[in-house]
């Protein structure tokens, strides 16, 4: 298991900002439509199918979002780059589900987050619909990420400007999500 850093472009990045769990987020502009990446899932009966919810934590410091990279042997996006996640329990909550998974996978909690968006993604072999649900980690504890079990190979820190350069990526549809809160979090306060 190793860690790596990626730097394609570097630039000043504003002191770390901390967001409110109250503090209001504008709606995603029309430039940020993620339809544009997203296959949607047409079951054959027709009846929409079994819908799957999984969390995606998007941890966010100086700039830059923590990527793992998903096992060879992982059924779902095998060896491709992602955000730190994975399915929600029958009765789990999603921020539930989120801490979970977090604590599981890179053994960190995450304590101030929120949600960003949710995006369907492609059917699995079996017609299942998969919902996914993309948080804002901006804080949490338990030092720094480390790579737990053997659901994934690495984990890098990338700046936010380079997602577009990891590849293979699992959900490009997260370029455009976490850029437009990356200028939410770099906006002049008032």
């Not at 977090?102 to 492609?122: C, M, N, S, W, Y």
């Not at 997602?163 to 850029?179: E, K, N, Q, R, Y």
Request: charged share 20%; hydrophobic share 40%; net charge neutral.
């Amino acid at each position: 298991m190793t860690s790596t850093s990626v730097n394609v472009r570097c630039w000043r990045v504003p002191p770390k900002a901390k967001l409110p769990q109250s503090a209001p987020l504008p709606p995603l502009p029309k430039a940020a439509n993620v339809s544009a990446w997203i296959v949607r899932c047409r079951p054959a009966d027709g009846d929409g199918g079994i819908v799957t919810t999984i969390v995606l934590a998007a941890f966010i410091h100086d700039g830059r979002v923590l990527l793992v990279r998903r096992a060879a042997h992982k059924r779902q996006y095998p060896e491709y780059w992602d955000l730190v996640g994975g399915h929600v329990e029958v009765g789990e909550t999603t921020d539930a589900a989120l801490v979970r998974e977090a604590q599981e996978e890179v053994g960190i909690t995450p304590i101030t987050f929120r949600h960003l968006k949710t995006f369907p993604d492609a059917a699995t072999p079996d017609c299942e619909s998969i919902r996914y649900q993309v948080y804002a980690v901006t804080e949490w504890s338990g030092g720094a990420p480390r790579l737990l079990g053997e659901e994934h190979t690495d984990l890098a820190w990338v700046a936010m400007g380079n997602l577009c350069f990891m590849t293979p990526l699992a959900h490009p549809a997260v370029i455009p999500i976490l850029s437009w809160f990356d200028l939410f979090l770099r906006r002049p306060r008032s």
